[in-house]
């Protein structure tokens, strides 16, 4: 997630668990501590594609934190002892809000590598990297309980209990539209071995679905408000990688994605995408492997990540979309031939 949330976490974590010693001194730790796995971006791994598949690594894993977290409160209990604050008070409250940042993380489509360095990516795929409606409670909660500061760990335990909640929501909306796709491609017999399903930016009402195929792939939307449970899919070729040999970087980034990459060769360059992130035809992750020279010959090169589209454009579409109007999915790039309607 944004750093403002895992900040506004961190804060309302140390708040709940502060009692009736919370205070605007503890809401700051709080935050800083729930920001801080994310330090690790500022460590350069050699190449654009190292940085993101590396990113919510080990920073992130709860096989370090947990032991993270003791040796900051040891530091903290002998430098800056509290009376009023037990080891195991302090303790839990350094750890949790270590930890509940990759926890959230976990529910974005990233990938987070929560076993570090045991290797795997979990993710849940069921809310967006910025969904205001899992912030606002949090920053609405420390807002209103600094002025009213008896009551302060009050509404951060009610915060996080409406944040947590939302949460609980975005898997059971995920759940409902995993249900409607899967029969939708059972019954037109496509496959359903490789399917991705996750929220379009800000929200948890519409959400994108990339079916892999052999050497093509399929998006469509689905909103849980639509009133025609039919799905339009967009067919779209997947590309092919034009070399023998595969690099490094391609392998790690075939392993982060789970696969869900498309290669394409346009104005001779080579560049390989991850269809997890962004929007049809906006999607975030794009990286140019390589170049062909005069010969026509391909010719790698360090990988490096494209800029990053804007979708300030389709916002409005896509929240028409989200109320359920299907009457749009053109206008959003879908429906293009070939399309089938599902």
Same mark, same amino acid.
């Given at each position: 997630m944004d750093s403002i949330t895992q900040a506004a976490l961190g804060a309302t974590v140390a708040g709940a668990i502060a009692g009736k010693r919370c205070n605007a001194k503890v809401l700051l730790a709080g935050a800083l501590l729930g920001t801080l796995p994310d330090l690790d971006v500022f460590i350069d791994y050699g190449d654009d594609i190292s940085n993101t598949v590396k990113h919510r690594g080990f920073s992130h894993s709860l096989l370090i934190l947990l032991p993270f977290s003791l040796l900051l409160a040891g530091l903290f209990q002998r430098f800056r002892p509290q009376v009023d604050w037990s080891f195991r008070r302090l303790w839990l409250l350094v750890l949790l809000c270590l930890v509940t940042h990759p926890?959230? %993380?976990t529910f974005t489509s990233y990938? *987070?590598?929560?076993?570090? /360095?045991?290797?795997?990516?979990?993710?849940?795929?069921?809310?967006?990297?910025? %969904? /205001?409606l899992y912030t606002l409670p949090l920053l609405i909660a420390i807002a209103v309980g600094l002025t009213r500061k008896a009551s302060l760990s009050r509404y951060c335990l009610v915060a996080l209990v409406v944040s947590s909640t939302y949460l609980g929501w975005s898997l059971i909306a995920k759940q409902f539209v995993e249900q409607r796709a899967y029969a939708s491609l059972e019954q037109h017999? &496509?496959?359903?071995?490789? #399917? =991705?399903?996750? /929220?379009t930016p800000f929200n948890t009402l519409l959400w994108r679905i990339v079916v892999l195929d052999d050497e093509r792939y399929w998006e469509g939307l689905a909103s849980v408000l639509d009133s025609n449970p039919e799905i339009e899919f967009i067919s779209q070729s997947r590309g092919e990688w034009p070399l023998v040999?595969? /690099?490094e970087q391609l392998l790690a980034l075939q392993d982060f994605t789970g696969g869900f990459v498309r290669y394409e060769q346009r104005n001779?360059? &080579?560049? #390989? *995408? %991850? &269809?997890r992130l962004g929007m049809f035809g906006n999607l975030a992750f794009k990286f140019? =492997?390589?170049?062909?020279?005069? #010969?026509?010959e391909w010719q790698l090169q360090v990988p490096q990540r494209l800029p990053q589209p804007n979708i300030q454009g389709e916002i409005n579409l896509l929240l028409d979309r989200a109320l359920g109007d299907q009457s749009i999915n053109a206008s959003l790039g879908l429906c293009s031939s070939p399309c089938a309607n599902m």
């Open positions: 926890l959230l %993380d990938g *987070t590598q929560l076993l570090w /360095p045991l290797h795997g990516y979990y993710s849940w795929s069921s809310i967006f990297i910025i %969904d /205001p017999g &496509l496959s359903t071995e490789k #399917v =991705f399903i996750a /929220p040999t595969k /690099p001779k360059q &080579l560049i #390989v *995408t %991850d &269809l140019q =492997f390589g170049s062909q020279n005069e #010969v026509d």
